[in-house]
């Protein structure tokens, strides 16, 4: 099955600063990477997601780009603000045979400083 | 109008008891999950139910039982609590097998 790796566990950033987390996955068929935002005590919830057949896309702050030949896609926040804070997962499945779901990977603490 | 609803929100429970959790979607997707979410937040799938077709995770204990009774709902049904299960779980249900809309989360303390 699939699995998922993600780097790293906590990150702190100041206000206005650039966030960057890296995830790697395991299976080549694997070809939809969704990134899903938490935040304390409620549920996760979609923030953004790429394709296999997409290098990068970019909504607002938020980017996220795909390697594919390396197995690794990241998620980029630019100019952070305090309501970035929050657990980020990467997740990846092969879509139309994933009928097991999502795999997560272990979260990521984003830490916003004032 | 929520559109995946779970209850109840927060179960304390003796060791050795059965309890159930409801999960309920208004968005007529086909496909229902239940996520185990550890104290390290780490997201793991349980269960993923679609048309009638279950796909179990092998490393769920069989003391865990899902139960839809129609494609709107996916019960989470537990005996014999154990200390280990307390965690959140989530339900969750997708119109593709990929976005996920989850529901507000249900917190398990065994005692």
């Known amino acids: 099955g699939e699995n998922v790796e993600q780097h790293p566990s906590t990150l702190s950033v100041q206000e206005g600063d650039s966030a960057v987390i890296k995830c790697t996955y395991s299976?080549?068929?694997?070809?939809?990477f969704p990134w899903y935002k938490q935040e304390l005590g409620k549920r996760p919830q979609l923030i953004i997601d790429?394709?296999?057949?997409?290098g990068e896309k970019k909504d607002q702050r938020i980017a996220v780009t795909l390697n594919k030949t390396a197995k690794h896609f990241s998620l980029h926040i630019t100019e952070t603000q305090p309501e970035d804070s929050a657990v980020y997962f990467c997740?990846?499945?092969?879509?139309?045979?994933?009928?097991?779901?999502?795999?997560f990977g272990k979260g990521t603490h984003l830490i916003i400083q004032p | 109008d929520t559109a995946v609803s779970q209850t109840p929100k927060y179960l304390v429970t003796q060791m050795g008891n059965d309890k159930s959790i409801k999960c309920e979607q208004n968005?007529?997707?086909?496909?229902m999950y239940w996520y185990k979410q550890d104290s390290k937040k780490f997201l793991k799938i349980m269960f993923s139910?679609?048309?009638?077709?279950?796909?179990i995770n092998e490393t769920v204990p069989n003391r865990f039982s899902p139960k839809s009774p129609d494609k709107a709902h996916l019960n989470l049904h537990i005996n014999s609590l154990e200390l280990g299960d307390s965690a959140v779980y989530f339900c969750?249900?997708?119109?593709?097998?990929?976005?996920?809309?989850f529901g507000s989360g249900t917190q398990l303390s065994v005692l």
């Open positions: 969750a249900s997708s119109p593709n097998r990929e976005e996920l809309f």
């Open positions: 299976d080549s068929a694997s070809n939809y």
């Open positions: 790429i394709r296999s057949n997409v």
């Open positions: 997740a990846a499945t092969y879509s139309g045979g994933g009928a097991d779901g999502l795999t």
């Open positions: 968005l007529g997707h086909d496909t």
């Open positions: 139910y679609n048309n009638k077709e279950l796909i």
